[in-house]
């Protein structure tokens, strides 16, 4: 019965780093694979409470239907501390940031339209945009980001992009983070050439300790995505985008008919939590915990494979991008990993155009320190 699926539904492919997810839940395996936040770190009884509170307090609200552009509080709360938004009409609550992009690609693209990414690029937002059956372009990205001189080299050439991405703040995969330079460069082009940008920002405040990346202003030509997988809980599946009024409504309209709204209960404990005097001191412990496994992760890596493998040490987010210097095929070294217990992602799996078989991304928020070395050399074997 394959035949009566849609051709969408018929060319999608599966996330291998889902897939991997099932290996990662073996008993005994250590993952560097999945891009998911400590669950130690999770503010378990400051949850707890809120939901009770909320229940208990505000039960017929929290429990019942809500507006499908979102809470007003939590969108006003969004408007109040980003300076990206100065109305809530320019705010969409989402089901996480997946479905944001989901939908973003759902009103904005038609099959053929030509999208710029990354390569490597972010598997989800691959996902997103292959559905829609685009022509994707692949910009490299490097130590400043994606590359805007190969953005403009494309468009001089006689291409139309109709939406750029990225993730601006410690890409996934390769955790390099956008120059302010780059980033004023691309919103230029994008008003010159009338194509959209998304800053895919979920890793913003996965820095070192204390810091906070500066909040830009708003551009006619950019969304923003934001979401609290990475810093509260990935359960409560909240996000939002920060877009013109014209792009929010469309997307408004496109969740209507995909889930009616986000949780109402998920929304109110997220904007209890964002403004609670404990907020803070929880990013803080964090990205205490961010620094230390990242530099257990980077050391046994140089200790254990030397020169074999080349690597950027991050300066925060979620992940090292890597690769072997003598030309070991990682999507091989997976299977022979997992038998040792260990767990990583292909870099073939966030290749657009290029050639990664030589990549890999490790994941270091999951494990230990003391977990983290003992990868590392189950890792070569």
Known sequence: MQSMLSRAAQNATTSAIRDLLEHAQRPGMISLAGGLPDPDRFPIDQLAAASERLLRTRGRDVLQYGLTAGNAALRAHIVETTPAADTIDQVVVTTGSQQAQHLIAQVLLDPGD?????DPEYLGALQAFRSREVRLLPAAVDREGIDVDAIEAMIEAGERPKLVYTVPHFHNPSGTTLSNRRRERLLELAARHGFMVVFDDPYRELGEVGSRPAEAAGHPMAVELRSVSKVLAPGLRVGWMIAPRWL???VERAK?????HTSSLSQAITLGALQS????????DIRAANVAKRYALCHALRDVLGTRLAFDEPAGGMFVWARFTDGTDTTS???SALGRGVAFVPGAAFAVHSDLRTHLRLSWSTADVASLREAVVRLVG
């Open 277 to 284: 005097g404990w907020y803070g001191d929880h990013l803080d």
């Open 256 to 260: 209507q008919s995909a889930d009616l």
């Open 333 to 335: 070294l997976l299977e």
């Open 114 to 118: 030509p999208v710029i990414v990354g």
């Open 248 to 250: 929010c409504a469309a």
